[in-house]
């Protein structure tokens, strides 16, 4: 069966600290891969995503994220955050025929 | 366009009680999913469907029941509320796939606001 994998799942960074959340993905099937955000009180909303071509991905806001196939990973990062980045991201990746499974979620909290 | 809605935000059930999650979409999507979002394991998928009269279940269908006879509307129906079931619960749409070329959009699912229940 499909997964995804975060292993970090509380980050806690300063104001213009860099970012790097982990998302490694299983071996087989489609290889579209996603990055949501969910802002506290919010619903999830797309941050960007993956389908081929340029391995590096820019996204909303200042993220971005790179695929590497020989890692089986899609690891988000920015290098400057905000304290309004302070929410969930979850990683994500087709389960199915339009079908998604996420990843366990990265809650980070940014202070000032 | 309004996107994907869902009614209601907040909701108390007692055990045993019945209740319907609405959700609807105006964007044409003929993929619906439901997912709820307990803390620490993510979004798990509850029930789907690929297109009006057509449902199936996802990865934790026990205890709720969908139905979709329109292309906009695809309610969750819990038929006796349990204290496992409180979470939150989001659905969402996405268009099929190659959808006028754009393959890009293929997966990319547009999730609804979400609603808060509790059970008691």
């Known amino acids: 069966a499909q997964s995804v994998s975060q292993h970090n799942h509380h980050v806690i960074l300063s104001e213009a600290a860099s970012l790097e959340l982990g998302c490694n993905y299983s071996?087989?099937?489609?290889?579209?891969l996603f990055w949501y955000v969910q802002y506290p009180g919010q619903h999830l909303q797309l941050l960007l995503k993956y389908f081929s071509g340029d391995p590096l991905v820019k996204g909303i806001k200042g993220f971005e994220a790179e695929f590497i196939k020989s890692k089986f990973s899609f690891n988000l990062r920015k290098p400057s955050v905000q304290w309004s980045d302070t929410a969930e991201y979850f990683c994500a990746r087709p389960g199915g025929y339009n079908k998604l499974i996420f990843g366990a979620g990265t809650r980070l909290a940014v202070h000032p | 366009n309004a996107g994907v809605t869902q009614t209601p935000k907040f909701q108390v059930l007692k055990t045993g009680q019945s209740m319907t999650l609405q959700c609807a979409q105006d964007?044409?999507?003929?993929?619906m999913s439901w997912y709820r979002q307990d803390p620490g394991m993510g979004l798990r998928l509850i029930h789907y469907?690929?297109?009006?009269?057509?449902?199936d279940q996802g990865e934790v269908p026990n205890g709720y029941n969908v139905s979709r006879s329109t292309t906009e509307d695809f309610p969750l129906r819990l038929l006796s509320a349990a204290p496992s079931q409180t979470s939150v619960y989001f659905c969402?749409?996405?268009?099929?796939?190659?959808?006028?070329?754009?393959?890009?959009?293929?997966?990319?699912?547009?999730f609804g606001p979400g609603t808060r229940l509790t059970v008691l």
């Open positions: 071996y087989g099937g489609t290889v579209n």
């Open positions: 964007m044409n999507h003929e993929y």
């Open positions: 469907s690929v297109g009006a009269g057509i449902t």
């Open positions: 969402a749409s996405s268009p099929p796939q190659g959808l006028a070329g754009d393959v890009s959009s293929y997966n990319e699912q547009f």
